[in-house]
């Protein structure tokens, strides 16, 4: 019972400006994919460090976003599961797309 009080204590307070799952998605999305052009050869992470962090900003600007207010959402997000999951099941969604798109324009001469 001790546990479940503590728990309750700790949760993260749903944010003022709560994003949307689909933007959230979106937002992730786009971040993902940043890490791993960096990941797999545009830059090596220490390397690159400053032009990495600037696109990672960057992001937050094609969304229309302060950083402040993605983390907030993150912890939201991080702090309920079953929320988080759905949101990474849209992620999942929009790179299979993503890939499924690259794969017709590679296959299609584009």
């Given amino acids: 019972m001790l546990l479940f009080l503590l728990s309750c204590q700790n ?5 003022e400006a709560l994003l949307e799952k689909q933007d959230f998605a ?6 993902h994919l940043l890490e791993s052009t960096y990941m797999t ?6 390397s690159s460090r400053e032009a990495y962090l600037q696109d990672y900003n960057l992001v937050f600007q094609i969304h229309h976003i302060e950083p402040s207010v993605f983390f907030k959402n993150f912890a939201y997000y ?13 992620v999942n969604e929009r790179l299979q797309i993503m ?7 590679v296959e299609g001469g584009h």
């Avoid at 979106?26 to 971040?31: E, G, H, K, R, V």
Wanted: proline share 5%; net charge negative; no cysteine.
């Fill in 41 to 46: 050869g545009r830059g090596v992470l220490d």
């Fill in 11 to 15: 949760k993260v307070k749903r944010p």
């Fill in 99 to 105: 890939e499924d798109q690259m794969l017709i324009d």
């Fill in 26 to 31: 979106a937002i992730l999305s786009d971040l």
């Fill in 78 to 90: 991080k702090d309920n599961p079953e929320l988080m999951n759905e949101v990474y099941e849209l």
